[in-house]
C-alpha cells in the first residue's frame, strides 16, 4: 500500500480481555516502530523491529505487553488482560533503515477503549 | 532525566500571519530532530527535520531553526494558513545507538483564527 496501515481503527474491549493490534509498513520499509499516545499527550515509544536484529523492547510498560513481526512485513501488538490504563491510540510506523535520517511514517492509529 | 518539552501548550495566531512553536531539549547527544504534525483524529505527519550540524533548514512555508547552545529548537509557519490548525509535535533522537527511536514532547496546539 502507499502508506503505514493499521487495524483495527477502533477497538473497545472489556477490562481483562487480551486484543491484538495490527501494523502494515510501508512496502520496503526494514525498521517498524510502536508507539503509545494518551489522550491530549505526546507519543511513548514502545518498540522498535529492525530488520533480523532482536527488537528492542525497552518501552513495553510491562509484561502484558508483546509485540512480533514476521520478516520484514506485519507487525501485532498484544495487549494482554488489558487495564483501564490501556486506554489510548497505538501507532506504528516504519521507515527504510534504522540510520538516523530516514523519515518515519505513522499510520492513523488504532484507537483502544477499555471498558 | 532526558526529556523533549514545548514552552506553550496553546498557540493562537491570526490567518496570514506567522507562527512560531518552539521546544527545549535537555539531551545534548541529541543529534536528529524533527517536527511532526498532528491532525485530529490522525497520525502524526512529517513536515522538517534538520541534523545537529546544521543550524537553520527550510522548506516550504516552513522553517526550523536549532540552537545547540541553549538546546532549543523552533519551528516557523510562514503566513498561517486555516489547514494549519493542529497539534505540532518536536521529537529528538540520537544517532549512536538510538536508531530512529524518536522521544516526542508534549505537543502544541496550533488554532489559527480567521
Known amino acids: 500500500g502507499a502508506g503505514v496501515s493499521q487495524s483495527p481503527s477502533n477497538k473497545v474491549t472489556e477490562k481483562g480481555k487480551d486484543v491484538e493490534l495490527r501494523c502494515d509498513p510501508i512496502?520496503?520499509?526494514?525498521?517498524l516502530y510502536w508507539y503509545r499516545q494518551r489522550l491530549g499527550q505526546g507519543l511513548e515509544f514502545l518498540i522498535y523491529?529492525?530488520?533480523?536484529?532482536?527488537?528492542?523492547k525497552s518501552g513495553l510498560p510491562s509484561d502484558r505487553f508483546s509485540a512480533e513481526r514476521t520478516g520484514e512485513s506485519v507487525s501485532t501488538l498484544t495487549i494482554q488482560r488489558t487495564q483501564q490504563e490501556d486506554s489510548a491510540v497505538y501507532l506504528c510506523?516504519?521507515?527504510?533503515?534504522?540510520?538516523?535520517?530516514?523519515?518515519?511514517?505513522f499510520g492513523e492509529g488504532s484507537w483502544l477503549t477499555v471498558v | 532525566g532526558e526529556s523533549v518539552g514545548l514552552h506553550l501548550p496553546t498557540l493562537s495566531v491570526q490567518e496570514g500571519d506567522n507562527s512560531i512553536i518552539n521546544c527545549a531539549y535537555s539531551?545534548?547527544?541529541?543529534?536528529?530532530f524533527i517536527w511532526y504534525k498532528q491532525e485530529s483524529g490522525k497520525g502524526p505527519q512529517f513536515i522538517i527535520d534538520?541534523?545537529?550540524?546544521?543550524d537553520k533548514r527550510q522548506g516550504q512555508r516552513v522553517t526550523v531553526l536549532l540552537n545547540k547552545t541553549v538546546k532549543h529548537l523552533s519551528l516557523q509557519i510562514a503566513a498561517t494558513q486555516p489547514g494549519d490548525s493542529a497539534v505540532y509535535f518536536c521529537?529528538?533522537?540520537?544517532?549512536?545507538?538510538?536508531?530512529?527511536?524518536?522521544?516526542f514532547g508534549t505537543g502544541t496546539q496550533l488554532k489559527v483564527e480567521l
Open positions: 523491529f529492525q530488520g533480523n536484529s532482536a527488537p528492542d
Open positions: 512496502s520496503g520499509h526494514t525498521a
Open positions: 521529537a529528538e533522537t540520537r544517532v549512536t545507538g538510538g536508531g530512529n527511536k524518536l522521544t
Open positions: 539531551n545534548s547527544a541529541s543529534d536528529y
Open positions: 510506523a516504519s521507515s527504510l533503515a534504522w540510520i538516523s535520517g530516514n523519515t518515519i511514517y
Open positions: 534538520i541534523r545537529s550540524n546544521m
